[in-house]
T-cell receptor, first 112, second 115 residues
């Protein structure tokens, strides 16, 4: 029962370094999402992919890029990490329209 | 843009008692979905309950139930017979129908359960 798998679980970067967060789902879901959660706050949508081959910006896309590699995988890239991007990042997926999203366990990312 | 507000940063409840968590939202749409998610210290996001806006009947899931007031744009979560395992952050979320399943979250309420 893997569901949504995120790697890595923890990462520390220096300002200016680049990093790709990986996400894979094994539920044959069409839509995938990347969120960030800052301390004491709810999740905010960074980017999403409604289907393989499409990606769209969410609420807070600046400083990030995404790739929907195939139906299973959706990666999030930080080209030049900044301390403001210190956060917990969640990947999620969903199948049919308006079904609840399934979340990964999150990646805690610290940028010094 | 839709907004979701949880006005209670923290709540506490005695074990076996009942607690209600508040959520209000702002939207001009008529077709949408509302959710409550639980986030324990393990950081997982666990779906607690889901409500379709077109349904007048309030959703229930075992000890969890909602009070959905569409006109007031209010969506509260009631937890009955509270258990120690209910201690967590609870997030209210909104999803517009046929809009890519994008969720808008509230800021969360931390629930503490006292033995």
């Amino acid at each position: 029962n893997a569901g949504v798998t995120q790697t890595p679980k923890f990462q520390v970067l220096k300002t200016g370094q680049s990093m790709t967060l990986q996400c894979a789902q094994d539920m044959n879901h069409n839509s995938m999402y990347w969120y960030r959660q800052d301390p004491g706050m709810g999740l905010r949508l960074i980017y999403y992919s409604a289907s393989e081959g499409t990606t769209d910006k969410g609420e807070v896309p600046n400083g990030y890029n995404v790739s929907r590699l195939n139906k299973r995988e959706f990666s999030l890239r930080l080209e030049s990490a900044a301390p403001s991007q210190t956060s917990v990042y969640f990947c999620a997926s969903t199948g049919t329209v308006n079904q609840p999203q399934h979340f990964g366990d999150g990646t805690r990312l610290s940028i010094l | 843009a839709q907004t979701v507000t949880q006005s209670q940063p923290e709540m506490s409840v005695q074990e076996a008692e009942t607690v209600t968590l508040s959520c209000t939202y702002d939207t001009s749409e008529s077709d949408y979905y509302l959710f409550w998610y639980k986030q324990p210290p393990s950081r997982q996001m666990i779906l607690v309950i889901r409500q379709e806006a077109y349904k007048q009947q309030n959703a229930t899931e075992n000890r969890f139930s909602v009070n959905f007031q569409k006109a007031a744009k209010s969506f509260s979560l009631k937890i009955s017979d509270s258990q120690l395992g209910d201690a967590a952050m609870y997030f209210c979320a909104y999803e517009l129908d046929n809009a890519g399943n994008m969720l808008t979250f509230g800021g969360g309420t931390r629930l503490m359960v006292k033995p």
